[in-house]
Nanobody, 124 residues
C-alpha cells in the first residue's frame, strides 16, 4: 500500500518555526514531484510549495516566499517543509502530495498521492 505520512505539526507562537516531514512508503518517489498544500477552516485548499524530482526546481506561493523552504531526501523517500517566521494566517492542516509532474501540485489539481494531513496552529 502506497502511503504519504506527515508529521511535525503542532502549536507554535507567531514568529516561531516548525519543520514538517512527509515520509513515503510502498513505492519510490524519487522520480515524482512532491509538495505541500494547506487548508484552513472555511477556506479552499491552497498550494504552498513544490519541488521537482531533480530538486533543481522549487515553487512557492507568494505568501510564504522567504519564510518557508521545501527540500527532499530521496534516499529517505521524504520531503520536508521548514517553516520560519510563522504567522497566524499560516494556521491550517498541511497535506503532502506526490505526482509525476509538478504542475498539478502547483495548480492544486488532483494528484496521484496525498497524505492525511498534519495540523499547524500559530497563536498570537
Amino acid at each position: 500500500q502506497v502511503q504519504l505520512v506527515e508529521s511535525g505539526g503542532g502549536l507554535v507562537q507567531a514568529g516561531g518555526s516548525l519543520r514538517l516531514s512527509c515520509a513515503g512508503s510502498g513505492r519510490t518517489f524519487s522520480s515524482y514531484a512532491m509538495g505541500w498544500f494547506r487548508q484552513a477552516p472555511g477556506k479552499e485548499r491552497e498550494f504552498v510549495a513544490a519541488i521537482n524530482w531533480g530538486t533543481a526546481n522549487t515553487v512557492y506561493v507568494d505568501s510564504v516566499k522567504g519564510r518557508f523552504t521545501i527540500s527532499r531526501d530521496n534516499a529517505k523517500n521524504t520531503v520536508y517543509l521548514q517553516m520560519n517566521s510563522l504567522k497566524q494566517e499560516d494556521t491550517a492542516v498541511y497535506y503532502c502530495a506526490a505526482h509525476p509532474g509538478i504542475a498539478p501540485i502547483v495548480r492544486s489539481l488532483k494528484v496521484d498521492y496525498r497524505g492525511q494531513g498534519t495540523q499547524v496552529t500559530v497563536s498570537s
